[in-house]
């Protein structure tokens, strides 16, 4: 199982987490090629890594939350403005189902009252 470990915001981190944002976006930059395609031999491009896990996590802290989401597939595209996109191409990672626990609102509030990584 490839999982890729990626950290958000809470902003984003609670709308995934409520299942509102469905996509979550990454910059064309080498950084995001390198860990997103494949590549064989040189040749440019290949084909996107098939991961089957995302795990989200909110910021950067040891004990910050972490959530898994199914990752359904990643394309390259316009994102959506509102789920925090550029108006430019970008890396697409589609979001699947919720695979760790829900978050609680318990949750939620500690995230909310917490620092913003």
């Known amino acids: 199982m490839r999982i890729l470990h990626l950290n958000l915001k809470k902003k984003w981190f609670l709308m995934i987490a409520s299942g509102e944002k469905k ?45 898994d989401v199914e990752c359904k597939e990643i394309y390259y595209a316009f994102g959506r403005e509102e789920w925090g996109a550029k108006d430019k191409l970008c890396y697409v990672i589609e979001l699947g189902a919720i695979l760790s626990p829900p978050i609680t609102d318990q949750d939620r509030m500690e995230i909310l009252t917490g620092g913003d990584k």
């Open 23 to 67: 996509e979550e976006y990454r910059e064309d930059k080498d950084y995001w090629y390198q860990r997103l395609c494949e590549t064989y031999g040189g040749t440019k491009f290949v084909q996107f890594k098939d991961f089957d896990i995302i795990r989200f996590k909110n910021g950067y802290g040891k004990n910050a939350p972490t959530m």
